[in-house]
């Protein structure tokens, strides 16, 4: 079974540009979470989606951070503008089902640096 | 002791030890746990769970221990390999949430 992708795995901007990053789920998942991992730190919800209406995006920055899973399946993540502090590993996890013992499964993660 | 800033707390061990590794939770409602291990330039992978109503529970080669009274929990990893060094992060979820709430982490280093 493929595991969740996400690209690029590396993004190096100058803040103030921006950036999109892109997650595809493992297959038939129907739940998406975008998740912020700032070094040494564990990782910080950003959004959660149930097929392609948005659960939970309470912790999104909206006035710079963006998401869409237009078709349920693929995601996209954006930041514009970029700031220093947005330098992080940006992951993508899914899951079969957004029960409270339902395993999420995370992806590489995309690790953006901002200068 | 616990670090501040960028350094996590650092457990080394030789390898065939016993690894113990510890982390405090917050939220008294919290009622399920979830140990996560994550390797350098990957994203956290699900260890064991618990949930509240039980206080031990055993995979293979690690066992989580929960204490509700002091809001504590452990990972123990048995005949500790080179392929378990990582970071490890104990999670915690309340009332039936879906969303973990992660904790600070500790990197494990296994010295051949």
């Known amino acids: 079974e493929a595991g969740v992708a996400q690209s690029p795995r590396y993004k190096i901007i100058e803040k103030r540009q921006s950036v999109a990053f892109w997650c595809n789920p493992i297959s038939g998942h129907a739940t998406l979470y975008w998740y912020q991992q700032i070094l040494g730190q564990g990782p910080k919800l950003l959004i959660q989606?149930?097929?392609?209406?948005?659960?939970?995006d309470s912790q999104l920055p909206k006035d710079r951070f963006s998401a869409e899973r237009l078709k349920g399946v693929d995601s996209t993540l954006k930041i514009q503008p970029a700031k220093l502090e947005d330098s992080a590993v940006y992951l993508c996890a899914s899951s079969l089902i957004p029960t409270a013992q339902e395993t999420q499964y995370f992806g590489p993660g995309t690790r953006l640096l901002v200068l | 002791g616990e670090s501040v800033g960028l350094h996590l707390p650092t457990l080394s061990v030789q390898e065939g030890d016993n690894s113990i590794i510890n982390c405090a939770y917050s939220n008294s409602a919290s009622d399920y746990f979830i140990w996560y291990k994550q390797e350098s330039g990957k994203g956290p992978q699900f260890i064991i769970d618990i949930r509240s109503n039980m206080d031990k529970r055993q995979g293979q080669r690690v066992t989580v221990l929960l204490n509700k009274t002091v809001k504590h929990l452990s990972l123990q990893i048995a005949a500790t390999q080179p392929g378990d060094s990582a970071v490890y992060f104990c999670a915690e979820k309340a009332g039936g949430s879906y969303i973990p709430t992660f904790g600070r982490g500790t990197s494990l280093i296994v010295h051949p």
């Open positions: 989606f149930q097929n392609n209406g948005v659960v939970d």
